[in-house]
């Protein structure tokens, strides 16, 4: 059931995390009529919004400035706010660790900074991207520190978050908000609040079947991203162009759903979620077969983009001599984010082989590769008329791709946006079926 949307209320909302998730959620409270505690311990963040600029390519800095002159958005770097607060709002982050398991020290420093503030009656939620059992099993036992009784003095519930950074077809109200409260009171109380935001409320049995959606949505794009690459690869075999065969087979009406491959799966939650829903299977002794293939496939691709790209070299070329230009090290397009970008691990495949690598990324001013920083480059006309090869990792849309077709003597697109243009050199791309 999803409860009747109620009118806007003056009641407070904290939201910790004001990151690609939290900050968007923050600034959709405010513009509904809510006043708005956005808390994030990076300090760096905090400046910044407090001085109106957005450090998030998909929220413009006139949105910054127009959430802080309505008064009701108030910016901090500590948890007293969220003593004046009706809601509470988890969006921090939940990485993996080194051996792939899940990290959830932010969500355990978030609820025990909660448990010596909480008040009776305040309503907490968390939407950060977890496995089954987290909101239940770990963070209700770290609010209950508080001595308040979860669905009668607090109310806990979970909603995961379905942004997708840079996609503005899909306004983050107009997204339906699966919702579960941990008792049947918590679902009531939050959903409340959630319907008079979002234009729909999904409300699901329980905490774990919402967490499970969400990681059942991103699994599912996984798995089927990682297929497409593979069968991309055996495209290049057979000499076949994966890009016309897609465009092909979703012209059937039923029973497809077109996936599209590119130089490895990134961002925070794609090739994350599914690793934690494997290592969740795992402690129950359950195999996720299918998980585990995609995720070496995906894992398999930048060493594959590089030993393509050596075939490709002009025979007389040293390796060691190879300048290659790489275009975009965000890990999609038109955003400012490299967690789990194959942009990096191509890059440091590539000088492994003893390239000249450089990279160009209007988004992306620097980055951290091994023991080394880097930083973008100016993308000259002699810059592309010296490279051996333009490798294209992101399709951002001011891509000058004009210049690079004109300039370029040997380009390497995995992103398909070259398809039927000519250049001044020979162009390679991704599943293209080239020889």
């Given at each position: 059931?999803?409860?009747?949307?109620?009118s806007?209320?003056?009641?407070?909302?904290?939201?910790?995390?004001?990151?690609?998730?939290?900050l968007p959620?923050?600034?959709?409270?405010?513009?509904?009529?809510?006043?708005?505690?956005g808390?994030?311990?990076?300090?760096?963040k905090?400046?910044?919004?407090?001085?109106?600029?957005?450090?998030?390519?998909?929220?413009?800095?006139?949105?910054?400035?127009?959430?802080?002159?309505?008064?009701?958005?108030?910016?901090?770097?500590?948890?007293?706010?969220?003593?004046?607060?009706?809601?509470?709002?988890?969006?921090?982050?939940?990485?993996?660790?080194?051996?792939?398991?899940?990290?959830?020290?932010?969500?355990?420093?978030?609820?025990?900074?909660?448990?010596?503030i909480?008040?009776?009656?305040?309503?907490?939620?968390?939407?950060s991207?977890t496995?089954?059992?987290?909101?239940?099993?770990?963070?209700?036992p770290?609010?209950?520190?508080?001595?308040?009784?979860?669905g009668?003095?607090?109310f806990?519930?979970?909603?995961?978050?379905?942004?997708?950074?840079?996609?503005?077809?899909?306004p983050?109200?107009?997204?339906?908000k699966?919702?579960a409260?941990?008792?049947?009171?918590?679902?009531?109380?939050?959903?409340q609040?959630?319907?008079?935001?979002?234009?729909?409320?999904v409300i699901v049995?329980?905490?774990?079947?919402?967490?499970?959606t969400?990681?059942?949505e991103?699994?599912?794009?996984?798995?089927?991203?990682s297929?497409?690459?593979?069968?991309a690869?055996?495209?290049?075999?057979?000499?076949?162009?994966?890009?016309?065969?897609?465009?092909?087979?979703?012209?059937?009406?039923?029973?497809?759903?077109?996936?599209?491959?590119?130089?490895?799966?990134?961002?925070?939650?794609?090739?994350?979620?599914?690793?934690?829903?494997?290592?969740?299977?795992?402690?129950?002794?359950?195999?996720?077969?299918f998980?585990?293939?995609?995720?070496?496939?995906?894992?398999?691709?930048?060493?594959?983009?590089v030993?393509?790209?050596?075939?490709?070299?002009?025979?007389?070329?040293?390796?060691?001599?190879?300048?290659?230009?790489?275009?975009?090290?965000?890990y999609?397009?038109?955003?400012?984010?490299?967690?789990?970008?194959?942009?990096?691990e191509m890059?440091?495949?590539?000088?492994?082989?003893?390239?000249?690598?450089?990279?160009?990324?209007?988004?992306?001013?620097s980055?951290?590769?091994?023991?080394?920083?880097?930083?973008?480059v100016?993308?000259?006309?002699?810059?592309?008329?010296?490279a051996?090869?333009?490798?294209?990792?992101?399709?951002?849309?001011?891509?000058?791709?004009?210049?690079?077709?004109?300039?370029?003597?040997?380009?390497?697109?995995?992103?398909?946006?070259?398809?039927?243009?000519?250049g001044k050199?020979?162009?390679i791309?991704?599943?293209?079926?080239?020889?």
């Amino acid at each position: 059931m999803v409860e009747s949307r109620g009118s806007v209320t003056d009641r407070k909302i904290a939201v910790i995390g004001l990151g690609n998730v939290g900050l968007p959620l923050a600034l959709l409270f405010v513009s509904k009529g809510f006043r708005v505690s956005g808390i994030d311990l990076d300090h760096a963040k905090i400046e910044k919004l407090r001085e109106g600029i957005s450090y998030l390519t998909n929220i413009e800095d006139k949105e910054i400035r127009a959430a802080l002159s309505t008064s009701r958005f108030i910016i901090a770097d500590q948890y007293k706010e969220i003593a004046k607060v009706d809601i509470v709002i988890i969006c921090v982050p939940t990485p993996l660790t080194a051996m792939n398991t899940p990290d959830l020290s932010f969500i355990k420093l978030a609820g025990n900074s909660l448990s010596s503030i909480i008040r009776k009656g305040q309503m907490v939620v968390l939407e950060s991207s977890t496995y089954p059992g987290t909101t239940k099993e770990v963070l209700q036992p770290l609010l209950e520190q508080s001595r308040l009784k979860i669905g009668v003095d607090i109310f806990l519930g979970y909603s995961p978050e379905r942004i997708d950074p840079g996609n503005k077809d899909f306004p983050i109200d107009k997204i339906p908000k699966v919702l579960a409260g941990v008792t049947a009171e918590c679902t009531r109380r939050i959903s409340q609040v959630y319907n008079q935001v979002f234009e729909r409320v999904v409300i699901v049995s329980s905490p774990e079947t919402a967490e499970f959606t969400k990681l059942l949505e991103n699994s599912y794009r996984f798995i089927n991203i990682s297929f497409i690459n593979q069968l991309a690869v055996v495209c290049d075999t057979l000499n076949l162009d994966v890009w016309e065969v897609i465009e092909a087979a979703k012209t059937k009406p039923y029973g497809y759903a077109p996936f599209y491959p590119g130089p490895g799966i990134g961002g925070q939650c794609i090739p994350v979620d599914p690793l934690y829903l494997q290592w969740k299977a795992s402690q129950y002794g359950v195999p996720t077969p299918f998980i585990e293939l995609s995720d070496k496939v995906n894992r398999a691709i930048p060493q594959y983009l590089v030993t393509q790209l050596k075939k490709h070299l002009s025979i007389e070329q040293r390796m060691d001599q190879a300048k290659i230009v790489v275009y975009g090290v965000s890990y999609k397009g038109d955003i400012n984010d490299t967690r789990e970008s194959s942009g990096l691990e191509m890059i440091r495949l590539l000088k492994k082989e003893g390239m000249d690598v450089s990279y160009h990324d209007p988004y992306i001013p620097s980055v951290h590769i091994g023991n080394e920083n880097m930083h973008s480059v100016e993308i000259t006309n002699e810059a592309l008329e010296e490279a051996a090869c333009v490798v294209i990792l992101a399709d951002h849309s001011c891509m000058p791709l004009d210049r690079i077709l004109r300039h370029a003597s040997l380009i390497y697109d995995t992103r398909n946006v070259t398809r039927g243009r000519i250049g001044k050199g020979k162009i390679i791309r991704l599943g293209g079926g080239n020889r």
